[in-house]
């Protein structure tokens, strides 16, 4: 099954169009969790905390979301420890109903990204194996060969990717806001092109892209661009984005566009509003008011 | 100590400029280690036989390289024992004297930078692990924010980096030539002042530039805009580039230049010429023409 229809199916079902970024910030989590920033304790105590906090966090979110977003920077830190409690995360999040994007943010060569397309979206072996993917998120910088390895798992195992276009942090203005057109420019264009032939039933692609929800005035030109691709809007709450800049990324078909917190949610107990509560009653607050208040600026558009 | 500085003279102890890479592309792998290619086979098993070639392709090449490059795609392939399978290659290259740059191409926002940062060249313990990097490739598409926390890294630990430049494969010129200048132009002028304040004594910088040796006519204009910078140079044997290709990027300074080949070694014994060798003569034999054709080529020029 084509994965935008999935995806569809997915958001359709929790009506929801929020995902859960899953990023284990060690100085932010809370102090049950603390031994994964002590440096002294042993490296799969530290990893099997982060695991242990996501998990939690998972089981917190899994009414309202239909996807949730695990960074592996934050999991590479604890090296093979770290690579364990990432395939217990993803394990967990599907068990819990939810589909998983992989924020790995890779792009290599192409013998390197069919290797990479394989180890995150397939696997290597026979049986089925709920520690992959359903997506991740690419780096097209290498250009199409380094692209179209994950095309073609993306048809042969219902999988989806999601291309960099235009990220969320002050940086993306070195680069991928040069040129006429410029490189987010050309890298949607590409991305429509790639996602043609994996379009689902649903009338979006299986090729997605990633646009910041930081930069709500050109989310309606990179629309027009891309027009059957599903948006990934990272950047939604701890990095500044509110409901109404992200309206410019959703059309008539539900699964059009997905709005990403990570900090905001898992960390919201930090927030001075909310100091003396539990981690988890902050969370889960901030979760109802990322999900209504999305819902709200929807329906009143 | 400053990781230029390192690096040279590791390259003036071997008086090698070669970088061997490790790439364990599954279907290559001689008959002996078969068992990485078998989808039915345990992935710790699997992973267990990659491992197995890497640090055998090593301890062959010790005496002639100083660095070896691994590429992370083919361990992430089996996940965790992938993981744990690359701890063990790192580690076995260091015990050989060597030093190891990280093929991982990594690239993301500030914060998720800096966990990078830490899980490759630093680690999250206070012991000395030598299962870290020296160095890494990065991916700078995202931003002057994906890089600095890299730096700072650098700076405290005596590590390196290669900013992906211009890379070596066909598809580098669907964004990386565009635009006047073009994005290639861009990064190598970034990369010169990320690397500016992290020259070592030797004059080099620890912020290095991966430009592909199948590029030999940029190579001059690269090295003008970089001219303190060590490059990577992929790309070499299995890709096209010879010798003569790459003396542009050379300079007076020793560990100015490293050339990387990977398949061209290892999988040396599925050559034409090599039918009926064993894998270990074949690739013992191509190291040695590489580093002898090198050589050659530089003192002649």
């Known amino acids: 099954m084509n994965f935008a229809d999935r995806l569809q199916a997915a958001v359709a079902q929790k009506d929801s169009p929020c995902v859960l970024g899953l990023d284990a910030h060690l100085d932010l989590l809370p102090e049950a ?22 998990c939690q966090l998972i089981d917190l979110a899994a009414d309202r979301v239909a996807v949730v977003k695990p ?25 819990a109903g939810l589909l998983v994007i992989g924020d790995v943010k890779r792009g290599d060569i192409a013998s390197t990204a069919a290797a990479y397309a394989t180890a995150l979206l397939e696997g290597p072996g026979e049986a089925p194996d709920h520690r992959l993917c359903d997506a991740v998120t690419v780096n097209a ?28 942090n002050p940086g993306s203005e070195d680069f991928q806001t ?17 996602g043609w032939d994996l379009r689902g039933e649903c009338g979006l692609s299986a090729v997605g892209a990633v646009v910041g929800a930081t930069h ?34 959703f059309t008539s078909r539900e699964g059009a566009a997905l709005v990403s917190s990570s900090r905001g949610v898992a960390f919201a107990y930090r927030q001075k509003a909310n100091v003396g509560r539990h981690w988890r009653d902050a969370a889960s607050d901030a979760l109802d008011a990322m999900v209504g208040g999305v819902r709200d600026a929807l329906t009143s558009r």
Chains 1, 2 share one sequence.
Request: aromatic fraction near 10%; charged fraction near 25%.
């Open 33 to 54: 969790f603390a031994v994964a920033r002590d440096p002294k304790a042993a490296r799969s105590e530290r990893a099997a905390a982060v695991a242990e906090f996501l």
């Open 216 to 249: 709500p005035r050109i989310l309606g030109e990179m629309r027009e661009l891309m027009p059957h691709t599903p948006f990934l809007l990272p950047g939604f709450g701890a990095q500044g984005a509110r409901p109404a800049d992200v309206l410019g990324a």
């Open 141 to 168: 910088f290498l250009g199409h060969d380094s692209i179209e390895p994950f095309l073609e798992v993306c048809r042969r195992a219902g999988r989806g990717i999601f291309v960099l276009v235009r990220t969320s």
């Open 71 to 95: 960074q592996s920077a934050f999991f590479e830190l604890f090296g093979a420890d770290g690579a364990e409690a990432w395939e217990k995360v993803v394990a967990h999040a599907h068990d």
């Open 178 to 194: 040069f040129g006429e057109p410029s490189l987010s420019h050309r890298l949607a264009l590409a991305t429509h092109r790639w």
